[in-house]
């Protein structure tokens, strides 16, 4: 039993790390590479962020102040000493720690919405202090560095993307297996013994606030760790990468990978990458799809794609029920079918509003639909009618129904 | 060390204009099986929640193990000693059984000061856990989340964290709470066999239960403590007869 779970984590990190180098290894060209760091940076972003939110139940709004912290830190770090690029990423980290630690001892007294509420404030008085004190975080125009500017390494000025990227990588490897050993800690499982139940957890004789500020600054840590992965990617600190809106995207990230399993967030922040950077480049509506995901995940699927992945796994493993079989059918032909009338509906939608705009043609995509007929509007309704008689399909298959019924419960 | 696991002198509750306790006096040996019993609404748990630190007396002196405890809150309380089930079930939802013990195991008073044993598993822990879990009876469901095991179960869970906690003194709240009477005495008699030298203050509601358990029993009607002495006594005591037995249906 033990060694079968333990073969199945290596083979989890395997995969992770293989995830993370085998692109850049096939295709190391400027734009894959640059697709694939901005992943690798969210990535531990967030996986630090369950740290808080999946391990210690603490839902925060301003995660991206200390990454962004870190990431100024460690770009003044760089101009005035200088140092080995490789090693920047650990002066980012000390630095979000720090802030992390600060920041903590004030947030920690709290959980719950509380804990939330303090955190919004902070971040949002940090990403006031980044546009109003331009000495430190450089105005609009950040803090630049100029990566090649450091001690070189063994003949590696890190002045090129690809040994760029492989510092990246090797952090971002690095990082995830250091929060993965650190889930496996005592300290982790009494986190998420403060998570259920901080009362029970003061009267063994814990201060559940101590166990929260070692995971907050834990978190700070590899978050200011994550925000340096985004300077060497970029070469440059801004302000906007200690906005809400970075602090957003972690959030949104975590929760459509995840929170309950440890490369859940991962998957988040691969698939987030992928809406921002990839469909975004063909549509415009990425963001609503985005908003669309996020959405139908807190409703339909809480343990979010990892959660997806587990049930499909069930399913498909030898000797599933048929009827489970059934059930998770109907469930992805429903989305596959949902998801058809939404993007039908929004790139119409779209189209038509952008040609009043424009004044070129009501057309989209390959088909050249024509967003003034129909037809586009016809394919839209009943790919949606028919994603929702398959939804009601789903419901008839009993044994899962019971399942759906106790997964609310808890 | 006068030998009192537990003594509260005059120990006043207000919330607001209600008073919840009023002068209470009680003192416990160490190494005695006690009871507190009286009618819903006498103070009971309010009385729990005072003596484990979680409420901090309006007035009144709580000295835990000979040391007094100041309104420090239940961290403190629990480093002196004080062990804690609560009337509602209160284990680690999430986690498994054994999770749930070894958190509590991590606590007990031989493993608390090695900080190490934060960061990394400890066979002491997990050998203490493991006792637990045997003693409790839920060997089967080690590997359950919390959340998913039967409520008798999750009863005996909730005593096994206080247990495993290594509490010199456990204050258990109606363990036997919502059980049918032969659950209940399989619970009693679990209590009696895992607490042997250990204190027990314990509140029930089962007068059978109570009087074949307890060497001695106070009784607590509306925040004072009516009488405290040996079962027999209590049973024969009238102020005790009509406040509380009488509406019991003894």
Same mark, same amino acid.
């Given at each position: 039993?033990?060694?079968?779970?333990?073969?199945?984590?290596?083979a989890r990190g395997a995969l992770f790390a293989a995830c993370v180098a085998l692109p850049a290894w096939l295709w190391p060209h400027g734009a894959v590479l640059g697709y694939l760091a901005q992943t690798a940076a969210l990535v531990v972003l967030a996986l630090s962020y369950?740290?808080?939110?999946?391990?210690?139940?603490?839902?925060?709004?301003?995660?991206a102040?200390?990454a962004g912290?870190g990431a100024f830190?460690a770009a003044?770090?760089f101009n005035?000493?200088g140092g080995p690029l490789p090693l920047l990423p650990l002066v980012g980290g000390?630095?979000?720690?720090?802030?992390?630690?600060?920041?903590?001892?004030?947030?920690?007294?709290?959980?719950?919405?509380?804990?939330?509420?303090?955190?919004?404030?902070?971040?949002?008085?940090?990403?006031?202090?980044?546009?109003?004190?331009?000495?430190?975080?450089g105005?609009i125009g950040g803090v630049p560095i100029d990566r090649a500017s450091g001690t070189p390494w063994g003949g590696w000025h890190f002045g090129a993307p690809v040994q760029a990227y492989t510092v990246i990588a090797a952090w971002c490897i690095a990082s995830a297996w250091a929060m993965h050993?650190?889930?496996?800690?005592?300290?982790?499982?009494?986190?998420?013994?403060?998570?259920?139940?901080?009362?029970?957890?003061?009267?063994?004789?814990?201060?559940?606030?101590?166990?929260?500020?070692?995971?907050?600054?834990?978190?700070?840590?590899f978050a200011g760790v994550a925000g340096t992965l985004t300077l060497i990617d970029v070469e440059i600190a801004t302000p906007d990468s200690?906005s809400?809106a970075r602090?957003a995207t972690v959030?949104i990230a975590a929760?459509i990978g995840?929170?309950?399993?440890?490369f859940g967030p991962a998957a988040g922040a691969a698939v987030l990458t992928l809406l921002s950077i990839v469909v975004a480049g063909v549509s415009r509506a990425w963001a609503l799809y985005l908003?669309?995901l996020f959405?139908?995940?807190?409703?339909?699927? $809480?343990?979010?794609i990892a959660?997806?992945v587990?049930?499909?796994?069930?399913?498909?493993?030898?000797?599933?029920?048929?009827?489970?079989?059934?059930?998770?059918?109907?469930?992805?032909?429903?989305?596959?079918?949902?998801g058809?009338?939404?993007v039908?509906?929004a790139e119409?939608?779209y189209?038509?509003?952008?040609?009043?705009?424009?004044?070129?043609?009501?057309?989209f995509g390959a088909w050249r639909?024509?967003?003034?007929? $129909?037809?586009?509007?016809?394919?839209?309704?009943?790919?949606?009618?028919?994603?929702?008689?398959?939804?009601?399909?789903?419901?008839?298959?009993?044994?899962?129904?019971?399942?759906?019924?106790?997964?609310?419960? *808890? | 060390?006068?030998?009192?696991?537990?003594?509260?002198?005059?120990?006043?509750? *207000?919330?607001?204009?209600?008073?919840?306790?009023?002068?209470?006096?009680?003192?416990?040996?160490?190494?005695?099986?006690?009871?507190?019993?009286?009618?819903?609404?006498?103070?009971?748990?309010?009385?729990?929640?005072?003596?484990?630190?979680?409420?901090?007396?309006?007035?009144? *002196?709580?000295?835990?193990?000979?040391?007094?405890?100041?309104?420090?809150?239940?961290?403190?309380?629990?480093?002196?000693?004080?062990?804690?089930?609560?009337? %509602?079930?209160?284990?680690?939802?999430?986690?498994?059984?054994?999770?749930?013990?070894?958190?509590?195991?991590?606590?007990?008073?031989?493993?608390?000061?090695?900080?190490?044993?934060?960061?990394?598993?400890?066979?002491?822990?997990?050998?203490?856990?493991?006792?637990?879990?045997?003693?409790?009876?839920?060997?089967?469901?080690?590997?359950?989340?919390?959340?998913?095991?039967?409520?008798?179960? %999750?009863?005996?869970?909730?005593?096994?964290?206080?247990?495993?906690?290594?509490?010199?003194?456990?204050?258990?709240?109606?363990?036997?709470?919502?059980?049918?009477?032969?659950?209940?005495?399989?619970?009693?008699?679990?209590?009696?066999?895992?607490? %042997?030298?250990?204190?027990?203050?314990?509140?029930?509601?089962?007068?059978?239960?109570?009087?074949?358990?307890?060497?001695?029993?106070?009784?607590?009607?509306?925040?004072?403590?009516?009488?405290?002495?040996?079962?027999?006594?209590?049973?024969?005591?009238?102020?005790?007869?009509?406040?509380?037995?009488?509406?019991?249906?003894?």
């Amino acid at each position: 039993m033990r060694s079968r779970m333990l073969a199945a984590g290596l083979a989890r990190g395997a995969l992770f790390a293989a995830c993370v180098a085998l692109p850049a290894w096939l295709w190391p060209h400027g734009a894959v590479l640059g697709y694939l760091a901005q992943t690798a940076a969210l990535v531990v972003l967030a996986l630090s962020y369950n740290l808080q939110l999946g391990t210690t139940g603490l839902l925060s709004f301003g995660h991206a102040a200390f990454a962004g912290l870190g990431a100024f830190a460690a770009a003044h770090w760089f101009n005035h000493f200088g140092g080995p690029l490789p090693l920047l990423p650990l002066v980012g980290g000390m630095a979000g720690a720090g802030f992390g630690f600060a920041a903590g001892l004030l947030a920690t007294r709290r959980s719950g919405t509380a804990f939330a509420m303090i955190t919004l404030g902070l971040g949002e008085c940090v990403a006031a202090a980044a546009w109003s004190v331009p000495a430190w975080f450089g105005g609009i125009g950040g803090v630049p560095i100029d990566r090649a500017s450091g001690t070189p390494w063994g003949g590696w000025h890190f002045g090129a993307p690809v040994q760029a990227y492989t510092v990246i990588a090797a952090w971002c490897i690095a990082s995830a297996w250091a929060m993965h050993v650190l889930t496996r800690m005592p300290l982790a499982r009494l986190a998420n013994a403060v998570r259920d139940n901080p009362a029970r957890v003061a009267a063994l004789g814990t201060d559940p606030r101590r166990v929260r500020l070692a995971m907050v600054t834990c978190a700070s840590f590899f978050a200011g760790v994550a925000g340096t992965l985004t300077l060497i990617d970029v070469e440059i600190a801004t302000p906007d990468s200690v906005s809400m809106a970075r602090s957003a995207t972690v959030l949104i990230a975590a929760v459509i990978g995840g929170t309950g399993t440890f490369f859940g967030p991962a998957a988040g922040a691969a698939v987030l990458t992928l809406l921002s950077i990839v469909v975004a480049g063909v549509s415009r509506a990425w963001a609503l799809y985005l908003g669309v995901l996020f959405v139908a995940i807190v409703v339909a699927a $809480p343990r979010g794609i990892a959660g997806i992945v587990q049930a499909l796994a069930q399913a498909s493993r030898r000797g599933a029920p048929a009827a489970e079989r059934w059930r998770v059918l109907c469930a992805v032909a429903a989305c596959v079918f949902w998801g058809v009338a939404i993007v039908c509906a929004a790139e119409l939608g779209y189209a038509w509003r952008f040609a009043q705009d424009d004044g070129a043609g009501f057309a989209f995509g390959a088909w050249r639909i024509d967003a003034d007929t $129909p037809a586009g509007w016809a394919v839209a309704c009943s790919a949606a009618g028919i994603g929702t008689l398959l939804w009601g399909w789903r419901a008839r298959f009993a044994p899962g129904g019971q399942a759906g019924k106790r997964e609310d419960v *808890r | 060390m006068n030998g009192n696991a537990i003594a509260l002198h005059g120990v006043v509750q *207000r919330f607001g204009a209600q008073t919840v306790l009023d002068g209470v006096e009680l003192s416990i040996a160490a190494g005695e099986r006690h009871a507190l019993i009286g009618p819903n609404g006498a103070g009971k748990s309010t009385l729990f929640g005072v003596i484990a630190g979680a409420t901090r007396p309006t007035r009144g *002196r709580v000295v835990l193990h000979g040391v007094e405890l100041r309104g420090r809150g239940p961290v403190v309380a629990s480093r002196l000693g004080i062990g804690r089930s609560f009337q %509602q079930t209160s284990a680690f939802a999430r986690l498994s059984v054994f999770d749930n013990l070894r958190c509590a195991a991590l606590h007990a008073p031989a493993e608390r000061r090695r900080w190490w044993n934060r960061l990394r598993e400890s066979a002491s822990v997990d050998l203490a856990a493991g006792r637990v879990l045997h003693d409790i009876g839920l060997d089967m469901h080690r590997d359950t989340p919390a959340a998913e095991l039967g409520y008798a179960e %999750q009863r005996a869970l909730d005593l096994g964290i206080a247990l495993a906690s290594g509490a010199r003194t456990l204050l258990l709240d109606e363990p036997t709470a919502g059980m049918s009477r032969a659950q209940a005495a399989r619970m009693i008699a679990l209590i009696r066999a895992t607490t %042997q030298g250990r204190t027990v203050l314990l509140i029930e509601h089962d007068m059978d239960t109570v009087f074949g358990f307890a060497e001695r029993i106070t009784v607590l009607v509306r925040g004072t403590v009516v009488a405290t002495g040996a079962p027999d006594a209590i049973r024969a005591d009238p102020a005790v007869r009509a406040a509380y037995l009488g509406e019991g249906g003894l």
